[in-house]
């Protein structure tokens, strides 16, 4: 069974930076695909950012392109997610992600529903 545990968020000013980091456990991390998601109050969760299993092939959702940058050390069961000029619009619980099913080293999965395990969530809150 994959944990996944969450860290980083916290309070940032407009244009700032933070960055999030998501350790799994277990032996098999590199097998995995990994995703970062956020939900905002009253509304639903959606994809921000996802990498392939090899790390080679990134994907962004269209709210966080150009800004965010997501990448993964498969020595360190670690995956992360560098966040920059954040907007009070990225506000929300972030959550981190992984897809043990991906059979391909290169696919990135971007819709909810291929995730298997989830992580508790981080709060990312952006003040004006």
């Known amino acids: 069974q994959v944990q996944l545990v969450e860290s980083g968020g916290g309070l940032v000013q407009a244009g700032g930076s933070s960055r999030l980091s998501c350790a799994a456990s277990g032996r098999t991390f590199s097998r995995y695909a990994m995703g970062w998601f956020r939900q905002a109050p009253g509304k639903e969760r959606e994809f921000v950012a996802g990498i392939s299993r090899n790390g080679r092939i990134t994907n962004y959702g269209d709210s966080v392109k150009g800004r965010f940058t997501i990448s993964r050390d498969n020595a360190k069961n670690a995956v992360s997610l560098q966040m920059n000029s954040l907007k009070p619009e990225d506000t929300a619980v972030y959550y981190c992600?992984?897809?043990?099913?991906?059979?391909?080293?290169?696919?990135?999965?971007?819709?909810?529903?291929?995730?298997?395990?989830w992580g508790q969530g981080t709060q990312v809150t952006v003040s004006s």
């Open positions: 992600a992984a897809d043990l099913g991906a059979t391909s080293l290169y696919l990135v999965v971007t819709t909810i529903r291929e995730y298997d395990t």
